[in-house]
Nanobody, 119 residues
Framework: QVQLVESGGGLVQAGGSLRLSCAASGRTVSSYTMGWFRQAPGKEREFVAAIKWSGGYTYGADSVKGRFTISRGNAKNTVYLQMNSLKPEDTAVYYC????????????WGQGTQVTVSS
């Protein structure tokens, strides 16, 4: 079993920054992909970004491109989401996910961390 623990959420004013972290532990396998999703109240869960074991990355909504950056720690079991120029519409619960296959089949999820951006 794999455990994912997120941290770094909170309340920030529009234009501010936050850095989310997610640490994977347990029976991780090599070459897994890690990613971030978010879910705003009344909306479906939305893909934000993902990073492969090789370091290749992809971003979801155009609205986050250029403002959010996904990266992995040196040990590769930690993933970060640097969020800059935050907007009220970024308010959501952010979830970390892990795809053990190395693709984008998300088998494991964290408990989520709340990000609230005030106007």
């Amino acid at each position: 079993q794999v455990q994912l623990v997120e941290s770094g959420g909170g309340l920030v004013q529009a234009g501010g920054s936050l850095r989310l972290s997610c640490a994977a532990s347990g029976r991780t396998v090599s070459s897994y992909t890690m990613g971030w999703f978010r879910q705003a109240p009344g909306k479906e869960r939305e893909f934000v970004a993902a990073i492969k074991w090789s370091g290749g990355y992809t971003y979801g909504a155009d609205s986050v491109k250029g403002r959010f950056t996904i990266s992995r720690g040196n040990a590769k079991n930690t993933v970060y989401l640097q969020m800059n120029s935050l907007k009220p519409e970024d308010t959501a619960v952010y979830y970390c996910a892990l795809a053990p296959s190395g693709g984008y089949a998300w088998d494991y999820w964290g408990q989520g961390t709340q990000v609230t951006v005030s106007s």
